[in-house]
Structures are given as C-alpha cells and as structure tokens.
C-alpha cells in the first residue's frame, strides 16, 4: 500500500502569511495527487489536482507541486477563508490513500 | 449542476448489515469520463477511501475493507449504493458519497482510465454503529 505523510500536523498562521503543508508518498506517484480543503461539518473542497492543476473556481493563491515523491501545497496570502483542515490524497495505483491532515489555525 | 445527496439509516446495530445509497441529481452515472465513489470520516478523525465504481460496474475497493463491503450502481435510476457487513464501533463515521474523475495512467503503448480526484461530494450521513 501506498502511504501519505502529511505534515504539520498543526500550522499556526497569520492573515497574509504564506503557508506551505507537505505530502510524502511511500514510493512514486507520479503527479497523481490531489489537495483537499475541509471546514467544520462540511465536506471536503477539491482544490488541486494532478499535483498542480487548479480546480475550477479556487483562488489563485493556492498552488501545489511536487518534487520527487514530495509534494507541496502553498498559500501565497493566507485570508481569514482558508483557515481550515487540508489533505492530500494520491490515487497512483488505482486505490485510494489520504493523508492525515493538517489543521490550519489562526495565531 | 451535479449534486449528490446520501441516505440510510443513522444507527445500525453491531454485526448487521449497513447500507447506504447515493442519488446523483443535476448529471449522469452514465458517463466513461468519472467514477462513483465512498468515502468515510471517523468522528475526529481523517478521510478513508472505502470503494468506487463505474458505470460499467468495475469496481475497486480499500483493501482493509475488502470482504466486508459491496458497491454497486444503477444507471436506470442514476444511483450507486455501499453495502458494509458485520459492521462494528470502528464504523462509526460520516459517510460521504463523491464523484470521481478519470486518471489517464500509462499502461504500455496506451493510457489506462482509473479513479483519480473526487470533484464534487454529498454532504455526508452520519451513521452510529450502536446496540
């Protein structure tokens, strides 16, 4: 099975901040990786996909890439909107795997 | 615009037999371009892929689940459903119905459909696993 490491955990952040939440996949993926947004009582929000593709309607201060089998999804400025739990997801193999997350709070 | 709304029933008893189903308004299942998918979220916890489907029936499954769960769709009436046997506590979670696309991955001189992103989810039904 593939795992996902996601890190932080927790990531204390400011309005305006740039963020950075970190996916490392237990072998090649490709770029086959997608990042999630969720808030409380809601579903998850697909945000990225393909590691880097921007989901239709999202803002552009959100990005992903990838380097290797780590990948990375960056707030360029954070707004008091983003403030919430992320996930990774990667689907290389057929199945899928989430990462575990990473609580975004404001400091 | 698509929509996807879960139903069953809130609380199943230990051992038996859950079953939840998944409408899709506002498109078709009908469709090569996506897959048909289930996804849970254990209270406090992260999301757990449980199954997919497509419109032809191929299926995929969590192998930590596999065993115990059942996905089948319906074109007739636009619908997929999960079923979960000898469910337990463990099983207590939300559980998400979603819309997935199509991932092109290499498969020798040609490209390989398989579930990638979930697009677009249903809010999601509670289900307690309770006696």
């Known amino acids: 099975d593939i795992q996902m490491t996601q890190s932080p955990s927790t990531l204390s952040a400011s309005v305006g901040d740039r963020v950075t939440i970190t996916c490392r996949a237990s072998?090649?993926?490709?770029?086959?990786l997608a990042w999630y947004q969720q808030k409380p009582g809601k579903a998850p929000k697909l945000l990225i996909y393909?590691?880097?593709v921007l989901q239709s309607g999202v803002p552009s201060t959100f990005s992903g890439s990838r380097s290797g089998t780590e990948f990375t999804l960056t707030i360029s400025s954070l707004q008091p909107d983003d403030f919430a739990i992320y996930y990774c997801q990667q689907y290389s193999n057929s199945l899928s795997t989430f990462g575990q997350g990473t609580r975004l709070e404001i400091k | 615009q698509l929509h996807l709304q879960e139903s069953g029933p809130g609380l199943v008893k230990p051992s038996e037999t859950l079953s939840l189903s998944c409408t899709v308004s506002g498109g078709s299942i009908n469709n090569y371009d996506y897959f048909w998918a289930w996804i849970r979220q254990s209270p406090g916890k992260g999301l757990e892929w449980i199954a997919t489907?497509?419109?032809?029936?191929?299926?995929y499954y969590n192998p930590s689940l596999t065993g115990r769960v059942t996905i089948f769709v319906d074109t007739s009436s636009n619908h997929f459903s999960l079923q979960m046997s000898s469910v337990t506590a463990a099983d207590t979670a939300v559980y998400h119905c979603a819309r997935q696309g199509a991932a092109f991955l290499p498969a020798g001189m040609t490209r390989k459909a398989v579930p990638g992103e979930l697009d677009t989810w249903g809010q999601g039904i509670s289900v307690t696993v309770s006696s």
């Open positions: 072998q090649s993926i490709s770029n086959w």
């Open positions: 393909e590691a880097s």
């Open positions: 489907i497509d419109y032809r029936g191929t299926t």
